[in-house]
């Protein structure tokens, strides 16, 4: 697949860091679809804030080149009632995007983040573009 075209979609891990060390550093999960550009997806991970173990949240942004911007929003807590913003640079092999996360509220706090193609990914995204084989007994 050409490295221009290649799809963002897989499974990615990554972690966030919180400023000036205030906390330990969070690993993250995304599920990440890219539709021509477009980014959608769900994001999981240990809860930092609510009483619940694990946080979920939902993913929307885009990417233009190496720049990517997505905003996550977490589902179905009081507690996480705010929405991330994650800007990035997407690495040439497309499988590394590298930035800073800064939350959009009245004082913000701001960190950086990096996330990673879970390994494999890339090859199956390759095979899913190949033409199907006919296998016959």
Avoid: C
């Amino acid at each position: 697949m050409d490295e221009d075209t290649k799809s963002l979609t897989g499974h990615w891990t990554g972690v966030y860091d919180y400023p000036d060390n205030v906390d330990e550093a969070v690993p993250f999960d995304v599920n990440l679809l890219d539709t021509a550009g477009h980014l959608t997806g769900t994001i999981h991970e240990p809860s930092t804030f609510a009483t619940a173990t694990t946080a979920y949240a939902n993913l929307t942004g885009h990417y233009d080149g190496q720049n990517v911007l997505f905003i996550k929003e977490y589902e179905n807590s009081t507690d996480q009632n705010h929405y991330v913003r994650y800007e990035g640079t997407l690495n040439q092999v497309k499988n590394q995007i590298e930035g800073h996360w800064t939350t959009v509220e009245e004082q913000p706090w701001s960190g950086p983040f990096i996330m990673n193609r879970a390994l494999g990914q890339e090859r199956k995204d390759s095979l899913t573009a190949k033409e199907t084989i006919d296998v016959r007994s």
